[in-house]
């Protein structure tokens, strides 16, 4: 229920023009413009923003305000509000009611887009930002070839305000040269850009050099670079760029197209590249290196790190029972929260090392993927002692193992000790085996769903999520740190 000040705001911004307001009211009216979809409220209250700094965390609050508003006119007022405010300081006009210098975008997601239309997604915000950036570069070009605007440079006279804008960007193909022009510009407009968290996706190696060279290294936390076909020569010509963001502390590479399974007179060095580069990033506390064939090489791949990693994604590594010994062994183990390990089969060889490094990690595991790792029954049982250690746990993620319902209700039982459980994602029974799995998957399904719903009700357990969708829980699943 709302608050009796933000009903107020909320019938306030419904009228133009705004009244004069104490300062400290600009927030929540900032709050209720966003909330009630008021591009021209939001607008007005950035062109008399009284502070110096503008964070949609902070003043919005609560995620889902940034998830369930119409944010995408929101946003897009809001930029639109600071490039006018910029332009009209470059021509000299008197800008003194805005203290505005640092407008902070971060914590824009992208499940914005897929909930609602009107959503913005990080893409999208990413171009508004690097259009704005290079409109205001080029218009303050042709203010100085004319000779105009606000006198910068003569003797006495100010120069025009400049306003950071914090923003985790998501560029691909088709918005790689408007965001490179919009870092360009940055250097010398008076728009500039700061990242927090940076993801490229599908572009060439040398885009991804271009884009990580004219990057603010100050603030950034984490690059994200998927889908990209690096191969290992690849990682190791971008990894060097990496060094000098010393607040990084995620760095994921996924579907990088990493293969060195079997050894090569170039993989050899190729790994000890990569081992020196990641040793570097004194900060890294997440690493995903999903889908690279790392077989028996993740102990000289991770040898160097100086600290240890607090998440480790490895699904689909294809990886051998000396890594998990290493990985045992090492300090990573009873510092992860988040262990991804999906695509391994557990059924054979490989279930031993798991259960030694579940014993391992048990204090601090928050966050626990095994999908696809052909676990029946038999194995399950097998790693219930260590999963009853892990008394922390949060998420389990067990989604495509062919799972009985019986041993589903044997998991859910045992499992009920554990206090911070909040979310099971469990595969469709495979029992009975000799019919048909198309004819059964939706009797299965209501079966099984209905058996857990009244197990966990009956274990004071009703608050725990058990589901079959391993999408749409990002909000109970999100780990970050």
């Known amino acids: 229920m709302d608050s009796l000040l933000l009903l107020s705001a909320r019938r306030l911004v419904a009228h133009r023009p705004l009244p004069a307001v104490p300062s400290q009211l600009y927030p929540i009216l900032f709050q209720a413009a966003f909330l009630d979809g008021r591009p021209l409220a939001l607008r007005d209250l950035v062109a008399r923003w009284p502070f110096p700094v503008l964070s949609f965390q902070q003043v919005l609050g609560r995620r889902e305000l940034l998830r369930d508003c119409p944010s995408k006119l929101c946003v897009q007022s809001v930029i639109l ?24 975008m971060t914590g824009l997601r992208d499940d914005n887009a897929a909930t609602a239309p009107e959503g913005m997604s990080v893409w999208s915000s990413t171009v508004a930002l690097a259009k704005a950036c290079v409109e205001l570069s080029k218009h303050q070009q042709e203010l100085r070839e004319r000779g105009a605007g606000s006198c910068q440079g003569r003797p006495g006279v100010a120069a025009p305000p400049s306003i950071d804008i914090r923003a ?49 290294p100050s603030g950034v936390r984490r690059v994200d670079l998927r889908f990209n076909n690096l191969g290992l020569e690849g990682l190791c010509s971008v990894l060097p760029h990496l060094s000098r963001f010393t607040d990084l502390q995620s760095l994921r ?151 009985s319902s019986a041993g589903l209700e044997d998991l859910l039982r045992e499992t009920a000790i554990l206090a911070d459980l909040r979310l099971v994602v469990y595969p469709i029974p495979v029992d009975p085996a000799w019919i048909p799995e198309e004819e059964l998957d939706g009797e299965r399904l209501v079966a099984a769903s209905m058996e857990l719903s009244r197990l966990l009700e009956s274990s004071g357990r009703a608050s725990v999520i ?16």
Not at 81 to 101: I, P, T
Not at 186 to 215: D, M, Y
């Open 168 to 216: 985790d960007l998501f560029v691909n193909g088709t918005s790689y040269g408007i965001l490179r022009d919009a870092l360009w510009a940055g250097n010398t407009g008076p728009l500039h850009l700061k990242c927090r968290e940076f993801q490229a996706e599908e572009l060439c190696l040398a885009g991804i050099v271009n884009l990580l060279k004219s990057l603010d």
């Open 253 to 403: 590479l996924p579907y990088s197209n990493v293969d060195v399974r079997r050894p090569t007179p170039e993989s050899a060095p190729g790994i000890w590249c990569l081992a020196r580069e990641l040793g570097k990033l004194q900060s890294l506390r997440e690493l995903n290196l999903g889908s690279s064939r790392l077989s028996g090489n993740l102990r000289h791949i991770l040898g160097k790190l100086q600290a240890p990693l607090e998440s480790l994604e490895l699904a689909f590594c294809s990886l051998l029972p000396a890594d998990f010994a290493f990985l045992s062994q090492s300090f990573h183990a009873r510092a992860l929260k988040r262990l991804d390990l999906s695509g391994h089969d557990f059924s054979q060889t490989l279930l031993p090392p798991l259960q030694h490094l579940l014993e391992e990690s048990s204090a601090s595991l928050l966050h626990l993927d095994l999908m696809e790792c052909r676990l029946r029954d038999s194995h399950l049982r097998a790693l219930l002692a260590p999963l009853r250690r892990c008394s922390r746990l949060r998420c389990l993620g067990l989604f495509g193992n062919p799972l």
């Open 466 to 481: 058990w589901t079959c969708n391993p999408y749409g829980h990002g909000a109970l699943d999100y780990f970050s740190l």
């Open 81 to 104: 509000a600071v490039v006018e405010q910029l332009r009209r300081a470059l021509q000299g006009v008197d800008s003194s009611l805005c203290r505005l210098r640092v407008l902070d």
